[in-house]
């Protein structure tokens, strides 16, 4: 909607973006405070899809690569964040 005002697709992709991040928020926190409540599989699988669409990528202008790289960026830190109680010494 933003981009049809503005008639700038990056204002809408930066503003997407954002506006994903802030619905991400929860989910972050909730994976630091409380790691054994999250799987890192829906995380890795989506790093996994997301990398394969990179293989379309046809030119690297910002339009095509700021999501992606937002979400390799989210898929990774929750992959990792989420795999914590994997390699963690003290067991409840």
Known sequence: MVG???NDANIAIILS?????IGGIPTLVNAIKHPRNESPLPFASG????LSGAVAIQTFAFSEIAFPIYLVILDVTMTIVTSRKYFSKKQK
């Not at 973006?17 to 991040?21: E, L």
């Not at 790093?47 to 997301?50: Q, R």
């Open 17 to 21: 973006i954002v506006s994903d991040a």
């Open 47 to 50: 790093l996994v899809a997301t």
């Open 4 to 6: 049809g005002v503005s």
